[in-house]
């Protein structure tokens, strides 16, 4: 069965920093383009980043470039973004999901507050 | 980036209606757009892929249709389960993907 799971979001000051985790079974990380999506809080969909599968080539929204970096351990079949220099603005659930053109599947997604 | 309009942003209606939710692209986009169901709690879940394509497993009552900047999610009898927030996708400019503000469905 296909699972993306999410960890590691929390509640962190402004400034502050944060490394999300996708773990993947039933389906390998490496082979797909790999994104992060968020919603903040009552509003709509934003896609974040993506990191492509055939090497190492990263995109990214203009709202996170230069502080967010996307990476893949193929290894332990999981997907990273390491979140510097939060902002109130970050505040969401943050998703994993695969896909270039189109998303799925999707994991259930992980909440990062950015509040003092 | 390719900015995506849906309308309207919420609907009313009662089970065994006919619904379509219109999303708009701001240029043309060919085919590559996509549509979500998002229940509350729960994360996106494709439904519709390159504008008409029935992803595997969603009820054939779900259907797409359209090209260049117009396109539309047609549900031919809304049922209980249906009810839900509905988001575009477009996946033409992979530089920046983008999504519509959602169409909120509510039971009327």
């Known amino acids: 069965q296909v699972q993306l799971v999410e960890s590691g979001g929390g509640l962190v000051k402004p400034g502050g920093s944060l490394r999300l985790s996708c773990a993947a079974s039933?389906?390998?990380?490496?082979?797909?383009?790999m994104n992060w999506i968020r919603q903040a809080p009552g509003k709509g969909l934003e896609w974040v980043s993506y990191?492509?599968?055939?090497?190492?080539?990263?995109n990214y929204a203009d709202s996170v470039k230069g502080r967010f970096t996307i990476s893949r351990d193929n290894a332990k079949n999981s997907l990273y973004l390491q979140m510097d220099s939060l902002r109130a603005e970050d505040t969401a659930v943050y998703y994993c999901?695969?896909?270039?053109?189109?998303?799925?599947?999707w994991g259930q997604g992980t909440l990062v507050t950015v509040s003092s | 980036d390719i900015q995506m309009t849906q309308s309207p942003s919420a609907l009313s209606a009662s089970v065994g209606d006919r619904v379509t939710i219109t999303c708009r692209a701001s240029?043309?986009?060919?085919?590559?757009l996509n549509w979500y169901q998002q229940k509350v709690g729960q994360a996106p879940k494709l439904l519709i892929f390159?504008?008409?394509g029935l992803q595997r497993g969603v009820p054939s009552r779900f259907s797409g249709s359209g090209s260049g900047t117009d396109f539309t999610l047609t549900i031919s009898s809304l049922q209980p389960e249906d009810f839900a927030t509905y988001y575009c996708?477009?996946?033409?400019?992979?530089?920046?993907?983008?999504f519509g503000g959602g169409t909120k469905v509510e039971i009327k």
């Open positions: 039933g389906f390998t990380v490496s082979a797909y383009y």
């Open positions: 990191i492509r599968n055939s090497d190492t080539t990263v």
């Open positions: 996708q477009q996946g033409y400019s992979t530089l920046s993907l983008t």
């Open positions: 390159a504008a008409s």
């Open positions: 999901a695969a896909g270039l053109r189109h998303f799925d599947p």
């Open positions: 240029q043309s986009i060919s085919s590559y």
